[in-house]
């Protein structure tokens, strides 16, 4: 027998085939130029990009793609690119968060479909890094994320200025007469000046570090700005990785065990992570056979102190994080507390306290340590239960306003978001302070997708007046690098019939975070006699893929996944067709 029917690897299916089949395999690779030799039975890599000029968080992964390439050819492996979508939060409509799902679809697909071993998989923006794994895990081939790193530091007049933070910031600046439109196009272009995600801990930044908090991406790679050449270090040494792993046959199912999701729900709370994280983690859960709910983000978190101080609920940016320590110096800290598991294995194939070992705090101010920590512990996101949240909600304590923690305040009820914000220029819209504005229909059925409108902006007679936030009440999202009093992810949605469907203008919403609370305060025979009254919104799609959406996804509470995604399909060969 030849070496190609000896090896035993996935690839030598196609490569190593007799035949006319194995002959046209070879026969149109060769057509790029590439010698009979990487047919050998050496590992095939796919390295799974999902650059694009229409996500400008990812753009530069082609550059990252290169590196990769080096690192295995250096490896032994053979190396091939393949594109992805890109869903950059950025750009697409009505939110990249409806198409998360259909990218998992696709890196599954691709990867199943190929003659590949392993895979390395470079992502950017928000949905890309979950939705990678998401597929990756469903096949369970040897995979290794690379994310593509955050933007440099924002510079305006001196300061420095997080992207996503400070356009709400600048927004509220324009509304109140606090910045000219002039300074604010100018502001624009100070606040993302290089490639790379969001530099804020945004939902971008937070996926990056929790990818390697998870054991799926090298230590220390999370942080490294986009630009930074280290950055290429990384994704060279991902690819050197990728091919031992090929080897071990070291797959996503070893690695993202129940005390790898444990871990990263603790370094969600430690790095004041966004509160997209629970979504994306319980819809990777669900992949690996997982059981993540709720109750699991706030009692995981209820003892882990906020160690990052960066914005949206500190002060500094992921540059300074990185030359701080970056992630490895977050879980050496954690670990020091006992708050992490440190025996699992990740893609490095050591554990986790080995990979860790010797990481330092190098500036205290950014990183801080368990005996001083930037916040205390139980100010992470908590977990909210009651009669208008019956299966869960969410709120980012770190980011709210201390006082509004416990509240009590009359329902102004918005049926979207547009809703809202089609009068909260208006002098005379009729709310104070102690309003509670209430956004629904923005789900993942009803708006669909579940976007990030949840923290709309206050009403601008308020933000005039001197008030600086309000509490919302959203079945939506927030982005992970905004700020304020937002209750979220309220399940079941609106547009299924959960409560948040019943309130009135004038009902008495009672917010008690430290007791984990959200309720109505409206009679159940009042509210049952609303139920019988309540007509589910029509359809308002017949077909295409909006449509698999709306009729497949579940709530957020589930990770809002599609129902028949849940689960592994495996890396079986595809039927040979020639």
């Given at each position: 027998?030849?070496?190609?029917?000896?090896t035993g690897r996935r690839s030598?299916?196609?490569?190593?085939?007799?035949?006319?089949?194995?002959?046209?395999?070879?026969?149109?690779?060769?057509?790029?130029?590439?010698?009979?030799?990487?047919?050998?039975?050496?590992?095939?890599?796919?390295?799974?990009?999902?650059?694009?000029?229409?996500?400008?968080?990812?753009?530069?992964?082609?550059?990252?793609?290169?590196?990769?390439?080096?690192?295995?050819?250096?490896?032994?492996?053979?190396?091939?690119?393949?594109?992805?979508?890109?869903?950059?939060?950025?750009?697409?409509?009505?939110?990249?968060?409806?198409?998360?799902?259909?990218?998992?679809?696709?890196?599954e697909e691709l990867i199943r479909?190929?003659?590949?071993?392993?895979?390395?998989?470079?992502?950017?923006?928000?949905?890309?890094?979950?939705?990678?794994?998401?597929?990756?895990?469903?096949?369970?081939?040897?995979?290794?994320?690379?994310?593509?790193?955050?933007?440099?530091?924002?510079?305006?007049?001196?300061?420095?200025?997080?992207s996503g933070t400070h356009v709400?910031?600048?927004?509220?600046?324009?509304?109140?007469?606090?910045?000219?439109?002039?300074?604010?196009?100018?502001?624009?272009?100070?606040?993302?000046?290089?490639?790379?995600?969001?530099?804020?801990?945004?939902?971008?930044?937070?996926?990056?570090?929790?990818?390697?908090?998870?054991?799926?991406?090298?230590?220390?790679?999370?942080?490294?700005?986009?630009?930074?050449?280290?950055?290429?270090?990384?994704?060279?040494?991902?690819?050197?990785?990728?091919?031992?792993?090929?080897?071990?046959?070291?797959?996503?199912?070893?690695?993202?065990?129940?005390?790898?999701?444990?871990?990263?729900?603790?370094?969600?709370?430690?790095?004041?992570?966004?509160?997209?994280?629970?979504?994306?983690?319980?819809?990777?859960?669900?992949?690996?056979?997982?059981?993540?709910?709720?109750?699991?983000?706030?009692?995981?978190?209820?003892?882990?102190?906020?160690?990052?101080?960066?914005?949206?609920?500190?002060?500094?940016?992921?540059?300074?994080?990185?030359?701080?320590?970056?992630?490895?110096?977050?879980?050496?800290?954690?670990?020091?507390?006992?708050?992490?598991?440190?025996?699992?294995?990740?893609?490095?194939?050591?554990?986790?306290?080995?990979?860790?070992?010797?990481?330092?705090?190098?500036?205290?101010?950014?990183?801080?340590?368990?005996?001083?920590?930037?916040?205390?512990?139980?100010?992470?996101?908590?977990?909210?239960?009651?009669?208008?949240?019956?299966?869960?909600?969410?709120?980012?304590?770190?980011?709210?306003?201390?006082?509004?923690?416990?509240?009590?305040?009359?329902?102004?009820?918005?049926?979207?978001?547009?809703?809202?914000?089609?009068?909260?220029?208006?002098?005379?819209?009729?709310?104070?302070?102690?309003?509670?504005?209430?956004?629904?229909?923005?789900?993942?059925?009803?708006?669909?997708?579940?976007?990030?409108?949840?923290?709309?902006?206050?009403?601008?007679?308020?933000?005039?007046?001197?008030?600086?936030?309000?509490?919302?009440?959203?079945?939506?999202?927030?982005?992970?690098?905004?700020?304020?009093?937002?209750?979220?992810?309220?399940?079941?949605?609106?547009?299924?019939?959960?409560?948040?469907?019943?309130?009135?203008?004038?009902?008495?919403?009672?917010?008690?975070?430290?007791?984990?609370?959200?309720?109505?305060?409206?009679?159940?025979?009042?509210?049952?006699?609303?139920?019988?009254?309540?007509?589910?919104?029509?359809?308002?799609?017949?077909?295409?893929?909006?449509?698999?959406?709306?009729?497949?996804?579940?709530?957020?509470?589930?990770?809002?996944?599609?129902?028949?995604?849940?689960?592994?399909?495996?890396?079986?060969?595809?039927?040979?067709?020639?």
């Amino acid at each position: 027998m030849t070496d190609m029917e000896t090896t035993g690897r996935r690839s030598q299916a196609w490569f190593g085939a007799q035949g006319r089949g194995g002959m046209v395999y070879r026969s149109w690779m060769r057509s790029q130029g590439f010698g009979h030799e990487v047919f050998d039975g050496r590992p095939v890599i796919g390295i799974a990009t999902s650059a694009s000029e229409l996500a400008p968080c990812n753009v530069h992964l082609t550059e990252v793609a290169e590196a990769v390439k080096r690192g295995v050819w250096q490896a032994g492996g053979f190396p091939l690119q393949f594109p992805t979508m890109a869903t950059g939060e950025t750009l697409m409509r009505p939110t990249a968060m409806l198409y998360r799902n259909l990218m998992a679809m696709e890196v599954e697909e691709l990867i199943r479909a190929n003659p590949l071993d392993g895979v390395v998989l470079l992502s950017g923006c928000d949905k890309t890094t979950p939705a990678m794994l998401m597929g990756a895990a469903s096949v369970d081939l040897p995979a290794v994320m690379v994310t593509g790193g955050p933007m440099l530091n924002g510079k305006y007049r001196g300061q420095d200025v997080g992207s996503g933070t400070h356009v709400w910031k600048f927004e509220e600046d324009l509304k109140t007469g606090r910045m000219t439109p002039e300074e604010c196009f100018f502001a624009e272009g100070c606040m993302a000046r290089s490639h790379g995600h969001c530099m804020t801990m945004g939902t971008a930044s937070t996926m990056a570090c929790l990818a390697e908090a998870l054991g799926m991406q090298l230590p220390g790679s999370a942080a490294w700005p986009a630009v930074d050449a280290r950055r290429a270090e990384t994704a060279q040494a991902a690819g050197q990785r990728v091919v031992r792993m090929v080897e071990e046959e070291l797959r996503p199912s070893r690695i993202l065990t129940r005390e790898a999701f444990e871990d990263a729900i603790r370094v969600n709370a430690a790095i004041g992570g966004s509160t997209n994280a629970i979504v994306h983690l319980t819809a990777l859960a669900g992949r690996v056979g997982v059981d993540l709910g709720p109750e699991d983000f706030d009692e995981l978190a209820r003892a882990v102190p906020t160690l990052v101080n960066l914005m949206p609920s500190g002060r500094y940016l992921m540059e300074d994080f990185c030359y701080a320590g970056g992630l490895p110096a977050v879980l050496a800290e954690l670990l020091r507390g006992g708050l992490l598991h440190g025996g699992r294995t990740t893609v490095t194939g050591r554990s986790v306290a080995e990979d860790v070992a010797g990481a330092e705090r190098l500036d205290p101010d950014v990183i801080t340590g368990l005996d001083a920590p930037f916040q205390p512990a139980g100010t992470g996101t908590a977990v909210l239960r009651g009669n208008l949240c019956p299966d869960g909600a969410v709120i980012k304590q770190s980011a709210a306003s201390p006082h509004l923690l416990t509240h009590r305040g009359p329902a102004r009820v918005f049926d979207s978001p547009e809703a809202y914000h089609a009068v909260a220029d208006d002098p005379d819209l009729d709310v104070d302070e102690d309003t509670v504005l209430v956004i629904r229909n923005a789900g993942p059925r009803g708006y669909p997708g579940m976007p990030e409108v949840a923290n709309v902006p206050l009403p601008t007679r308020l933000l005039k007046a001197g008030v600086t936030d309000m509490v919302r009440v959203c079945d939506g999202r927030m982005s992970g690098t905004g700020y304020g009093t937002v209750v979220l992810h309220v399940a079941p949605e609106a547009a299924v019939g959960g409560p948040l469907a019943l309130v009135r203008d004038g009902d008495p919403v009672v917010l008690d975070v430290p007791h984990r609370t959200l309720r109505l305060d409206v009679p159940d025979a009042e509210l049952q006699r609303r139920r019988a009254e309540w007509r589910a919104p029509a359809p308002r799609y017949t077909g295409g893929y909006t449509w698999l959406y709306t009729e497949h996804v579940e709530q957020a509470d589930r990770g809002a996944d599609f129902d028949f995604l849940r689960g592994g399909r495996g890396h079986e060969v595809p039927r040979d067709s020639h």
